[in-house]
Nanobody, 123 residues
């Protein structure tokens, strides 16, 4: 397993969680990384992405202003700070490493995927 995601859990609406994803092979410093999520019965959707320099952060409209993506290349780790969580944020969250240095909202642009971490937000 190259990407290891953690930090999911059960939280009440309005609460916060911080997801982390570590690249065990420490190869991601030149590549964009992103978080996707997939709820039961739905397609996997883009949540947030960041380019290899740590800039160019972009977000899905549904999480804009509530979630923040960041990365620490020295630790080969990407984070997703999730605030003001809503029940509709409930999903399995996946980190992904892109083929290139630029982010994309398309899953096909990502080479490696973490195993996913469950986030459940209760009303």
């Amino acid at each position: 397993v190259q990407l290891q995601a953690s930090g999911g859990g059960l939280v009440q609406a309005g609460g916060s969680l911080r997801l982390s994803c570590v690249d065990s092979r420490r190869t991601f410093n030149n590549n964009a990384v992103a978080w996707f999520r997939q709820a039961p019965g739905k397609e996997r959707e883009f949540v947030a992405g960041i380019n290899w320099r740590g800039g160019g952060a972009n977000y899905a409209d549904s999480v804009q202003g509530r979630f923040t993506i960041s990365r620490d290349n020295a630790k080969s780790t990407v984070f997703l700070q999730m605030n003001s969580l809503k029940p509709e944020d409930t999903a399995v969250y996946y980190c992904a490493l892109a083929y290139s240095s630029a982010t994309s909202r398309t899953p096909d642009a990502y080479r490696y995927w973490g195993q996913g971490t469950q986030v459940t937000v209760s009303a």
